[in-house]
């Protein structure tokens, strides 16, 4: 079983972030204030669940969670500010979007912008660590999901509806075949090392 908190009696937001090494879509970020007393054995890092399980627990965070919201940083932004501040502001807006003011942020990592009068705490493998960051990498890499496969529709060439926008073999293959989309990040890497780069 996950912690229920840091400091017990505190409003303590969890937040974390998906898409970071992504080579297309935006970065998504949430922010969510369980119950003091919320439970759940399946909760867990995100990345450790089926598709499935995350759909599912989704609905129950949203229902019992006393407050949350998802914050975006498109890829446009992320060539501008670089993919590191991008999730920290990611994270920023999700804050912005709750309903309940925190006393305390808990982030999934180990470094952070700090969030103007909220304290915060970094933990690495947070996510696995507190209930409150697992219910945001569930909302961040769900909702992040529903995204891309939105976009496949319009791009299906890139293989989205699989890889999410990651950069898989067929991903790189489609972008060296095909060219970028609006929503390819132009600051990553995009074509394997030693392939003929379509931006020189």
């Known amino acids: 079983m996950l912690k229920p908190y840091l400091e ?3 409003v303590e937001a969890g937040c974390d972030e998906a898409g970071r ?4 879509g935006p970065v998504f970020a949430a922010a969510v ?8 054995e399946i909760l867990n890092d995100s990345k450790q669940l089926s598709e499935t399980k995350r759909y599912k627990l989704r609905d129950i965070i949203q229902e019992q969670a006393l407050a949350f919201a998802v914050g975006i940083v498109i890829a446009s932004e992320i060539d501008k500010i670089n993919i590191l501040n991008a999730s920290f502001l990611a994270m920023h807006r999700a804050v912005d979007g709750l309903n309940i003011q925190p006393e305390h942020l808990l982030i ?12 915060h705490t970094t933990i690495i493998k947070g996510d696995a ?12 890499k769900t909702y992040r999901d529903d995204y891309m496969l939105e976009q ?10 699989h890889n999410k926008g990651y950069p898989t073999a067929k ?3 489609a972008i060296q075949a ?6 390819h990040r132009l600051s990553f890497r995009l074509i394997a090392d030693k392939q003929l780069s379509i931006f020189d």
């Open 171 to 173: 991903h790189r293959d």
């Open 108 to 119: 999934d990592g180990n470094r952070f912008t700090p969030y103007p009068g909220i304290p």
């Open 178 to 183: 095909h060219g970028v989309t609006p929503i």
């Open 33 to 40: 204030i369980l119950p003091s007393d919320f439970e759940n």
């Open 129 to 140: 660590t507190y209930l409150s960051i697992a219910a945001a990498s569930i909302l961040a």
């Open 152 to 161: 496949h529709k319009l791009f299906p060439q890139y293989d989205w509806d």
């Open 8 to 10: 017990k009696g505190r």
């Open 21 to 24: 090494g992504c080579l297309a």
